[in-house]
T-cell receptor, first 117, second 115 residues
Framework: GAVVSQHPSWVICKSGTSVKIECRSL??????MFWYRQFPKQSLMLMAT?????????EQGVEKDKFLINHASLTLSTLTVTSAHPEDSSFYIC?????????????FGAGTRLSVL | AQTVTQSQPEMSVQEAETVTLSCTYD???????LFWYKQPPSRQMILVIR??????QNATENRFSVNFQKAAKSFSLKISDSQLGDAAMYFC????????????FGDGTTLTVKP
């Protein structure tokens, strides 16, 4: 089946620094990738939709200058948390959408746990 | 806006028994998909089952089946012959059809399987 690799799986950083999270579709191309945030024992909250070659679409309430998204190729999207603060600590999950609209299936990365000290 | 409601925060089932997880949704869209995802303690999201809204036939995947009631906007998941490995958080999700794929997730149901 389709595999999505998300890296790193866990990152600890100091307050004020920036952190980059990578999301790669390993064996398929994805024009659309999604970035989610999940708090413990809660649902996935969509942060933004990443489209290859164009600007990301952010959900209401998500600061686009805080969470920079770049979808430079059909297999790679990155999320950069800029000037991270403790309140940004969370679990971030990416997913990649298959090109075949008839399938409309998202494949998920394993997630990244971000801890900001 | 689309909403997905899972009214059971927690459920438990005896091993080898059957359990049904509830999900209702609200949408004015005609072209959409419905999904059940499993999130075990590893937190890796795993697709359990998928249903196209235009199909009347309920989807099945081995021990997992759905009861899709389009008019009632209901999409429940039945797990038969429950196994210890089925213990996880289960999310019901609604997604736009076509190339969008943008999804809305329910709050999840934590399933415990008792040996």
């Amino acid at each position: 089946g389709a595999v999505v690799s998300q890296h790193p799986s866990w990152v600890i950083c100091k307050s004020g620094t920036s952190v980059k999270i990578e999301c790669r579709s390993l064996d398929f191309q994805a024009t659309t990738m999604f970035w989610y945030r999940q708090f413990p024992k809660q649902s996935l909250m969509l942060m933004a939709t990443s489209n290859e070659g164009s600007k990301a679409t952010y959900e209401q309430g998500v600061e686009k200058d805080k969470f920079l998204i770049n979808h430079a190729s059909l297999t790679l999207s990155t999320l950069t948390v800029t000037s991270a603060h403790p309140e940004d600590s969370s679990f971030y999950i990416c997913s990649a959408l298959t090109l075949d609209p008839a399938k409309n299936i998202q494949y998920f990365g394993a997630g990244t746990r971000l801890s900001v000290l | 806006a689309q909403t997905v409601t899972q009214s059971q925060p927690e459920m438990s089932v005896q091993e080898a028994e059957t359990v049904t997880l509830s999900c209702t949704y609200d949408t004015s869209e005609s072209d959409y998909y419905l999904f059940w995802y499993k999130q075990p303690p590893s937190r890796q999201m795993i697709l359990v089952i998928r249903q196209e809204a235009y199909k009347q036939q309920n989807a099945t995947e081995n021990r997992f089946s759905v009861n899709f009631q389009k008019a009632a906007k209901s999409f429940s998941l039945k797990i038969s012959d429950s196994q210890l490995g089925d213990a996880a958080m289960y999310f019901c999700a609604w997604a736009f059809g076509g190339r969008s794929g943008k999804s809305t997730f329910g709050d999840g149901t934590t399933l415990t399987v008792k040996p």
